[in-house]
């Protein structure tokens, strides 16, 4: 076997939204030291110079995009841009809105802007991309899904809802477009240390550490670089033979 052509990305472009910090700034090193130009997204322009920079320092190339995904129709805008800079081969949907609450006190704005962002962005980018995709007779969709998707919890009812909406999209999607060599997967990761939990995490140190301990059988929370491996796998030849499904990376749950 030659893992260059097994899981290299040489040649390909990839897209990863919400890749300036986070799991997607992980997954964004990932695919560019896998060979891939990668062309980077957050909301702020400029917001993503920290990862691209690092990128090139490890000899990979990258380019910068920047949208809010909660406007209507920023998603079909961010393919079109992204594919006049070069034909997008893989697509990691990772940029999200989470904002906690249980159902009795949800907000209808914030459940509207989760569902804008997480689910309404997602819609966008696949009617506008997988035709494209098909067109070429190959394409990578990696869905950053959450363990919520499968086992949601009450203080995240819409985010979880929204997860599971966005994988039911990646199966119907999966099983469209099979014959064309376009396959779509959900990368669901448990709790990882992120920017997303810091306050949490800086707020309460022991409580936070407590929660890790007992949230999942490796008693910790995740690295994003944890995310990279999986992320590589989904977006490379190695998957040939899986579409609509989910890997999650949870510590054991
Ligand atoms: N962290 C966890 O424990 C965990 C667990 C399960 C699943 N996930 C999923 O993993 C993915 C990444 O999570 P993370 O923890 O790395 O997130 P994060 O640290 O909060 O980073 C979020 C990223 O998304 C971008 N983003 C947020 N709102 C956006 C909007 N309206 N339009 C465009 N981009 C937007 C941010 O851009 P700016 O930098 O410009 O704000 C940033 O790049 C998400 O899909 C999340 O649901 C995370």
Not at 58 to 76: C, I, M, W
Not at 92 to 111: C, G, H, Y
Not at 229 to 252: N, R, V, W, Y
Request: a negative charge; aromatic letters at 6%; charged letters at 20%.
């Amino acid at each position: 076997m030659n893992l260059e052509t097994v899981f290299g990305l040489k040649g390909r472009t990839a897209l990863v939204t919400g890749s300036s910090r986070g799991i997607g700034a992980a997954i964004a090193e990932g695919l560019a030291a896998a060979g891939a130009h990668v062309i980077l997204h957050g909301t702020k322009t400029g917001g993503a110079a920290a990862v691209h920079q690092r990128i090139v320092e490890n000899g990979g190339t990258a380019q910068e995009l920047s949208s809010d995904l909660s406007v209507p129709g920023a998603g079909r805008d961010l393919i079109e841009r992204a594919e006049a800079i070069a034909p997008v081969d893989i697509l990691v949907i990772n940029a999200s809105a989470q904002i906690n609450a249980t159902l009795p006190d949800l907000k209808p704005e914030d459940f509207a802007f989760q569902v804008a962002v997480n689910f309404g962005s997602t819609v966008d980018m696949l009617q506008t991309s997988l035709p494209l995709m098909a067109a070429r007779k190959w394409g990578r969709v990696v869905s950053i899904g959450s363990i919520n998707q499968l086992r949601p919890k009450g203080i995240v009812t819409a985010y979880a809802a929204t997860k599971a909406a966005q994988h039911n999209l990646i199966q119907s999607q999966a099983r469209d477009y099979a014959k064309d060599n376009v396959l779509l997967n959900t990368l669901a990761p448990g709790l990882i240390d992120t920017d997303r939990n810091a306050h949490r995490r800086d707020e309460d140190p022991e409580g936070w550490a407590e929660y890790a301990r007992t949230l999942n059988w490796m008693g910790r929370a995740g690295q994003s670089e944890e995310m990279a491996g999986a992320a590589i796998f989904l977006s490379s030849q190695a998957c040939s033979f899986m579409t609509g499904e989910s890997i999650f990376l949870t510590g054991g749950y």
